[in-house]
């Protein structure tokens, strides 16, 4: 397996093969939590007004995301992975979702139409996905007698500035997809969430100095392989439908 790291928008322009787009704080975070609370699927979408459309064709559909990290007016939910576990099982159970957010969102969309696949990549379901591609890897070895290549892209902040998080959470994925191959490198997750709390724009809203993420977000989005599902995209018409696996 060839492991490829990149970062932003044009990074995952750039990307191939595999393509994990990681956003942890918040928006895939959130799909995370949507999918254990039993969503069928989520429509990733560029504007909101996309977003909203899907809800005027199916009432199905409930509305999520944001811009510049804001709640968009008329939509169900923003990006909050604490407003979601508030809402729990019963407010997702069965339904549908259509989502715009700044940054994985983007990513999603920017990477999906060159990838082999593109995955939703979060602390949540990280060892659920490295498990995912290994054994895509083994598959790939075995019967199509070729090495696969993983992109790993790191969204940051709206995909033009690095993030700490989503880095860290890079270094996570590239450490599990590589263990035992000679090459890993080692990961500290406690160094990593130090470095987290202590990036000044994760320590405002840790302080409750950023209405629009509540502290409780840092708190739910730094938890390591809560889930043992993976969220897989592929393109259709307009958006990226993403589903549990």
């Known amino acids: 397996m060839k492991v ?12 191939h093969g595999i393509v994990i787009i990681i956003d ?6 959130c799909s995370a939590l949507m999918f254990h609370y039993g969503i069928r699927d989520l429509a990733l979408v560029r504007t909101p007004r996309e977003a909203l459309a899907f809800r005027d064709r199916d009432a199905d559909y409930l509305v999520a995301g944001e811009v510049k990290g804001v709640k968009v007016e008329g939509f169900d939910l923003g990006n909050s992975p604490a407003d979601i576990v508030s809402k729990g099982e019963t407010f997702f159970r069965g339904r549908r979702v259509a989502a715009r957010s700044s940054a994985g969102t983007q990513g999603v969309l920017a990477a999906a139409a060159h990838a082999e696949q593109v995955i939703l990549g979060s602390y949540m379901t990280a060892a659920a996905t490295a498990a995912y591609i290994r054994d895509h890897s083994q598959v790939d070895a075995l ?25 860290r959470c890079g270094d996570y994925l590239e450490h599990l997809l590589t263990a035992g191959s000679g090459v890993s490198r ?60």
């Open 4 to 15: 490829e790291r990149r970062s932003l928008l044009a990074g995952a322009a750039d990307a």
């Open 24 to 29: 942890v704080l918040r928006a895939f975070s």
């Open 143 to 167: 019967v199509r007698g070729r090495e696969t290549t993983v992109t790993i892209v790191a969204m940051g902040f709206e995909g033009v500035r690095p993030s700490v998080e989503d880095e």
């Open 186 to 245: 080692p990961y500290d997750h406690l160094r990593a969430v130090w470095e987290c709390i202590n990036d000044p724009e994760i320590a405002a809203s840790l302080r409750g100095e950023h209405d629009y993420r509540p502290k409780e977000d840092i708190v739910l989005a730094l938890q390591r392989d809560l889930f043992d599902f993976v969220m897989v995209g592929r393109p259709e018409d307009d958006h990226v439908l993403v589903t549990r696996v």
